[in-house]
């Protein structure tokens, strides 16, 4: 009876090895010979193995994004708060909200050229005029 071929449950452990070896120098064909494998081979494991690197990473760095752009709004809200309060401490708010605003557009990639934003808030704010003297 013909043995089907399924998920080989080594072969995991094994492109986690080619990595290993390969992050310390190892060439495609020292890798190949040492898990008994052909150098073509040992080369897609760790390809495999860098490509599954990189899309955890973005899947973190997306979740990071949002959290990040989650704070900063709660900031902005804050700074939009104190100014429309009248707050003695406005200039200072107002500094705090470019702050904010410079964040976020480093964090969105807006002042990069060609950065194409998608799935971004627009925050706005109006800033009260200053009452001068006898008018208030």
């Known amino acids: 009876m013909a043995r089907t071929k399924g998920p080989d449950p080594d072969a995991a452990e094994r ?3 080619a990595l290993d070896m390969r992050s310390r120098g190892y060439s495609y064909t020292d890798i190949a010979k040492a898990l008994g ?3 073509s081979t040992a080369h897609k494991y760790v390809t495999a193995e860098l490509d599954k690197l990189r899309a955890e990473t973005r899947a973190s760095a997306a979740q990071i994004r949002s959290l990040e752009l989650a704070r900063l709004d709660r900031l902005w ?3 939009e708060e104190m100014l429309a309060d009248g707050d003695a401490d406005g200039a ?3 500094a705090a ?3 904010i605003m410079e964040r976020r557009a480093r964090l969105l990639g807006l002042d ?3 950065a194409e934003v998608t799935g971004a808030v627009v925050l706005t704010v ?3 005029s200053p009452v001068k003297a006898g008018e208030g």
Request: charged content about 45%; hydrophobic content about 35%.
């Open 15 to 17: 492109r986690n090895k």
């Open 37 to 39: 494998i052909s150098r």
């Open 77 to 79: 809200r804050r700074a």
């Open 92 to 94: 200072k708010a107002i």
């Open 97 to 99: 909200a470019i702050r």
């Open 112 to 114: 990069e050229q060609g």
């Open 126 to 128: 109006e800033v009260p």
